[in-house]
């Protein structure tokens, strides 16, 4: 699959997810396989403008992981169309748009869902964005504001007229936030009606599911929750979609994926080679000082809430996690729960 001239060697797809898809996540996602792009979480345009240094840390990704999409939201086209050349910048592979953020912080702010409320103003901003930079401009959207303004189909057709060259539908609208279903229908749908890759998202939990969806007429299939539960997922997906039998996963690798999750989070190697600051950890010192070790624990209880569905004694690793105070207890709740090793700290 292709958009504009990225080559996607899977339709697989982690999900833009605020909070949870950082750089180490997404490259610890990617290196299971079957992964075909990944999206970062949403970064302000206004932040990105400003030069501000928490946005652009919500930008950082490394080379392994490309194709990188870096998404924005906002709703000022001049603001965007400079944001997007500052992400042009960074490197990325592509742009994307976020219109399918349904939070009233972002949305009152014309922007995320809101700019489905006002389709012409959405096609502008994208036209100048695509006006701006050289790389592909993409746009992710929900199926619509609420029920009565279900107007993904034409939405999608107006961004493909000012130059996006893919649209990702969240099949749900913003009233429904997560409730109901995703009206995957409704995705085949636009994609039968726009000469644009359209991917479609919602509700893949299963690798079977994604690859089913595959099938509904989509380029691709974005996995957001999923992945947060199943980080093998796509990689599974792909199994199934190449005939294979999908690769099981042991209650050891998983845990690994958590160590490893947490070393990433840790990680203060600068790889200059990379020709783009990854500082994630700065000295031990400002460590402390800037709490990076409360933002890891933050960071494994967010993914954990996710992570320990579906497993025996998940809501323990759950109740455990949350109560940690140090990465070290961390590391023991981990090698406890899957390693089946005494807690050095309950010792
Ligand atoms: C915790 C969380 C954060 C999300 N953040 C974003 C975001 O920053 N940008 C975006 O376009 N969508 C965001 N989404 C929506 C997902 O990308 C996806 O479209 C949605 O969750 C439906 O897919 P799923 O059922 O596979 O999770 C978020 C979803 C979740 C659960």
Redesign the pocket.
């Known amino acids: 699959m292709k958009i504009g001239n990225v080559t996607l060697e899977s339709p697989f797809v982690v ?7 950082d750089t180490a996540f997404r490259r610890l996602v990617k290196r299971q396989g079957g992964c075909g792009l990944v ?1 970062t ?2 970064v302000s345009s206004e932040g990105l403008v400003r030069g501000i240094d928490r946005t652009l840390e919500y930008a950082e990704y490394t080379e392994e992981e490309r194709p990188v999409a870096i ?1 924005i ?1 906002g709703g000022d086209p001049v603001k965007m169309a400079a944001a997007a050349r500052i992400v042009e910048g960074l490197g990325a592979d592509i742009v ?1 748009v ?1 219109m ?2 349904p939070v009233p912080k972002i949305a009152k702010h014309n922007a995320g869902c809101s700019l489905m409320r006002e389709p012409e103003h959405a096609a502008t901003v994208i036209e100048a964005m695509a006006r701006a930079v050289k790389i592909p401009v993409t746009v ?1 959207m929900r199926a619509g504001w609420n029920d009565r303004a279900r107007n993904a189909p034409t939405l999608a057709r107006m961004v493909e007229d000012a130059g996006a060259a893919a649209v ?1 539908i ?1 099949g ?1 609208t913003a009233e429904q936030s ?1 409730s109901g279903t ?1 009206d995957w229908d409704l995705v085949a749908r636009v994609a039968a009606e726009v000469g644009i890759p359209v991917l479609g ?5 299963e690798p079977l599911q994604v690859v089913e969806r595959l099938q509904s007429g989509v380029s691709g299939v ?7 539960r199943s980080p093998w997922i796509l990689a599974q997906a792909a199994d199934l979609a190449a005939g294979r039998r999908p690769r099981e996963v042991g209650l050891r690798e998983r845990g690994q994926f958590l160590l490893e999750y947490i070393e990433l989070l840790l990680d203060e190697r600068v790889d200059e080679a990379e020709g783009f600051r990854h500082v994630l950890m700065p000295s031990p010192a400002e460590r402390e000082a800037r709490g990076r070790e409360r933002w890891v624990i933050n960071k494994l209880r967010a993914l954990c809430a996710w992570y320990s569905k579906g497993l025996d004694g998940g809501s323990r690793l759950r109740v455990r996690v949350n109560a940690a105070s140090s990465v070290i207890e961390l590391r023991d709740i981990v090698d406890e729960f899957f390693f089946d090793v005494p807690s050095a700290v309950g010792a």
Do not use: I, W
């Not at 999900?15 to 898809?21: E, F, L, R, S, V």
């Not at 998202?201 to 939990?205: P, Q, T």
């Not at 974005?222 to 947060?228: S, Y």
């Open positions: 999900a833009p997810m605020a909070g949870m898809t999206v979480e949403m998404q939201f994307d976020n399918g953020c992710k990702s969240h749900r997560y995703a998202s919602g509700d893949c939990v974005l996995v957001g929750r999923g992945v947060l």
